[in-house]
């Protein structure tokens, strides 16, 4: 079956970094664009970034543009999101997806704070 299994997250100050992974299996990785979403505690959840599966483009919300950078190994079947000079308003629940498949990790939680 379908699992997607985040991991990375933890708690950082602002103007800190960290990369969360997503190990994915139980369908053909390399074939799906993939997701980052994030939810925050009272707030929906907020697509972050995506990339392809052929070209590997990538597109990412703006409040994020320019600080985070997503990307895949199609060898590993995993996708990463690296996230440098975080702010306290990317404290969320960080979840990855793979588009056109319903289906969604537990997510990692990300806290951003002094």
């Known amino acids: 079956q379908v699992q997607l299994a985040e991991s990375g997250g933890g708690l950082v100050q602002p103007g800190g970094s960290l990369r969360l992974s997503c190990a994915a299996s139980g369908f053909t990785f390399r074939r799906y664009a993939m997701r980052w979403y994030r939810q925050a505690p009272g707030k929906e959840r907020e697509l972050v970034a995506t990339i392809t599966s052929v070209s590997g483009s990538t597109t990412y919300a703006d409040s994020v543009k320019g600080r985070f950078t997503i990307s895949r190994d199609n060898a590993k079947n995993t996708v990463y999101l690296q996230m440098n000079s975080l702010k306290v308003e990317d404290t969320a629940v960080y979840y990855c997806?793979?588009?056109?498949?319903?289906?969604w990790g537990q997510g990692t939680q990300v806290t951003v704070s002094s």
């Open positions: 997806n793979a588009v056109g498949i319903g289906y």
